[in-house]
């Protein structure tokens, strides 16, 4: 009985430690596992947008041979024209295919010079005053992993399995939207999202991953920050 005892007190004793260490991780964790983000504006003339005005997001960034993700353009898109103070917006690619060739990512215009050419192409204003669309915005950007650390091991056996260890790596999403007047050929500004956020696996059996959502927290920044930009009337 003694050393049934003695056996239980010790398996109990581990297991606080356990459950010790795993609750101090944690609040380190909470500590540090935040995303920082950093937004700006550059107006160069008043926006604004009337009734049947609408606008259209567009990857910029296949100029450079690296095309923005498509998930982050229709996450964009979605929060643009989300809740009571969403903006109209046509989708990428009905605009692409209504004004086929021009937009293509070999034709499409570079800069507002080429955005110019193009508007006196025979047929281009009256589509694009047919879709209603008064803004593009051009998308440049992506977000990638800067750096990572720590280590995290798995083992089965015929007692059973787990993992142990700490693993975290660090996501920037930096994110550039430029915005196009089609209605006066000119570039109205632009918006600019950077954010850094660090992910956390702790591992004491079983792992517990704490993401860092950067790249959602990216696009809801931005879509924010640009439904502010094209609905303001302010002068420059």
Request: charged content about 20%; overall charge negative; proline content about 4%.
């Amino acid at each position: 009985m003694r050393m049934t005892g003695l056996l239980d007190f010790l398996q109990l004793e581990v297991l606080m430690k356990i459950l010790s260490n795993a609750f101090a991780l944690l609040a380190i964790i909470n500590l540090s596992g935040c995303v920082t983000a950093s937004l700006e504006n550059d107006r160069a003339e008043t926006t604004g947008l009337l009734d049947g005005e609408s606008v259209v997001v567009m990857a910029k960034s296949y100029h450079q041979g690296n095309e923005t993700e498509a998930d982050y353009i229709s996450c964009i898109e979605k929060a643009l024209g989300r809740g009571s103070s969403g903006v109209n917006v046509i989708p990428n690619q009905q605009f692409i295919d209504n004004l086929f060739p021009w937009f293509e990512p070999r034709t499409a215009p570079a800069d507002t010079k080429g955005l110019v050419t193009l508007m006196e192409r025979p047929g281009v204003p009256a589509a694009v005053t047919r879709m209603g669309v008064r803004y593009i915005i051009w998308l440049d950007g992506d977000t990638e992993r800067v750096t990572q650390g720590g280590s995290l091991s798995c083992a089965a056996g015929p007692g059973g399995g787990g993992c142990f260890g700490f693993a975290w790596w660090q996501d920037d999403a930096d994110y550039e939207a430029s915005i196009w007047d089609l209605e006066d050929s000119e570039s109205a500004g632009t918006v600019t999202a950077d954010y850094s956020g660090t992910s956390f696996l702790p591992a004491l059996v079983v792992p517990i991953p704490l993401i860092a959502r950067t790249q959602s927290r990216a696009c809801s920044g931005l879509a924010k920050q640009l439904r502010n930009f094209l609905v303001s009337t302010d002068s420059v």
